[in-house]
């Protein structure tokens, strides 16, 4: 113990921020320590266990030998922001210029935090699509706003434009929006965006979308990025991640495309949050998304996920899981109420400790986790040997959890 020269004993205040004391470990972590801990096969959280491309790989090698190694530009590699500008340009037709319209920041995570901060004062109502990705309602909280929910309900997980309509206040700021859609692999339809974007324009709200499966859809689903509608782009910023696009997770690039007032916003914190992203990835991503287009890799990709989709599928209607249709990201919706349990949170701990296969609890994706429909998440970005053993061991649960 430090004692000061007047033999007084100093205290240290133990309470964090009351803006974070709600907060605790995600899902994700907590599940997959679980899963770690039992030798379970993770289906939980969403990351690939595959390598990731080789021509991509390679270019970050080849970034860190050439010395890229020192802070990158602040709003990104000129190279990779060019890049972005390209792809976008190239699948929504809209003039980008890189330098203007588009930042680069670490993960999609950091871009929907910075925008967030950015946008919302204390008291600032956000209207959101539930069930959410668990970062949003983080970001808000952090940035004292609120936030509002328009629920969507399976199986189609449609939802209500007059629901939308009276979440709108006086206090509401922004819509945040997230096509393909985590977790429930819905993609929002044209006339959905349509009454989204109305919606924005008619109370001069901003849209935030967060479109990191945008390669992923399956079935003839279109993504549509809602920044193309009419009257939409100056007050839309459009968010990715190349960690989804490439299947590197661990390298958190993300990126946000918007117009110059949206990227003065997002800079504004970006430059305080990281400063700048890792360099040497940033090289190897520009590497991938000027390569990509060429090589045929977004066409692999689309196949090889499709062909997972589909294993998985077939292991979970063999097991009697059946899960529900998807159009798009690497997500599987399967309910449960026929195995006897009460929530997600008992069912997903049983399949670890038990059944020896991961999934996450949807439920930390609503505002009230006792309303989620009774439903569990399995990721299928995975090797077709790991689907394989995860089919082996959920092919008893039904009787496993009959016998319980
Ligand atoms: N948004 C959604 C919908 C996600 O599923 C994820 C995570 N996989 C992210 C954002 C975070 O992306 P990143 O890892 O690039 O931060
Ligand atoms: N987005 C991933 C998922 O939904 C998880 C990412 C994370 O753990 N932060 O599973």
């Not at 890049?83 to 976008?88: R, V």
């Not at 990191?212 to 003839?220: A, E, L």
């Not at 430059?271 to 040497?280: C, D, E, G, I, L």
């Not at 997972?308 to 990201?329: E, F, K, M, N, Y």
């Amino acid at each position: 113990m430090i004692e000061r020269p007047s033999g007084e004993v100093p205290t240290v205040r133990h309470d964090i921020a009351q803006r974070i004391q709600a907060f605790t470990p995600t899902v994700f972590a907590e599940m997959s320590a679980l899963s770690a801990q039992h030798g379970a096969v993770n289906l939980g959280q969403g990351f690939p266990d595959f390598a990731g491309p080789a021509f991509v790989r390679e270019a970050a090698n080849r970034a860190i030998d050439a010395g890229h190694n020192q802070y990158a530009h602040p709003a990104g590699l000129p190279r990779l922001r060019s890049a972005i500008a390209a792809a976008f340009s190239s699948r929504t037709g809209l003039d980008i210029d890189f330098d203007l319209h588009v930042t680069v920041t670490s993960g999609a995570t950091e871009a929907i935090f910075d925008t967030i901060m950015a946008l919302v004062d204390p008291g600032d109502e956000i209207i959101c699509f539930e069930p959410f990705y668990d970062s949003y309602p983080a970001s808000v909280t952090m940035a004292g706003g609120t936030m509002r929910v328009v629920r969507l309900e399976p199986p189609g997980w449609t939802f209500r434009i007059d629901s939308l309509r009276a979440a709108v206040t006086e206090r509401t700021r922004l819509i945040l929006l997230n096509t393909p859609h985590n977790p429930t692999g819905k993609v929002f339809a044209k006339d959905e965006l349509e009454g989204v974007a109305e919606t924005a324009r008619e109370h001069d709200l901003i849209v935030i979308t967060d479109e990191v499966y945008d390669r992923i859809t399956f079935d003839g689903a279109r993504h549509i990025s809602i920044a193309t509608l009419p009257g939409m782009w100056e007050r839309t910023l459009t968010i990715n991640s190349t960690g989804k696009t490439f299947s590197l997770t661990g390298w958190k690039i993300g990126y946000a495309i918007g117009p110059e007032w949206l990227q003065h916003a997002l800079r504004s914190v970006h430059q305080f949050v990281t400063f700048a992203t890792a360099t040497p990835f940033q090289h190897a991503m520009a590497d991938g998304l000027e390569q990509a287009s060429e090589n045929g890799y977004y066409e692999t990709l689309l196949q090889e996920y499709d062909a997972r989709r589909t294993v998985l599928a077939t292991h979970l209607d063999a097991a009697g899981l059946p899960a529900l249709p998807v159009q798009g990201s690497y997500f599987l919706m399967t309910p449960f109420d026929h195995l006897g349990f009460e929530t997600d949170v008992a069912v997903c701990r049983w399949l670890i400790e038990d059944i020896g296969v991961t999934p996450i609890p949807p439920s930390a994706f609503y505002i009230d986790p006792t309303t989620a429909p009774k439903l569990i998440r399995f990721c299928f970005a995975k090797e077709r040997a790991t689907l394989d053993e995860a089919g082996r061991r959920l092919a008893g649960t039904l009787s496993r959890a009959q016998g319980r």
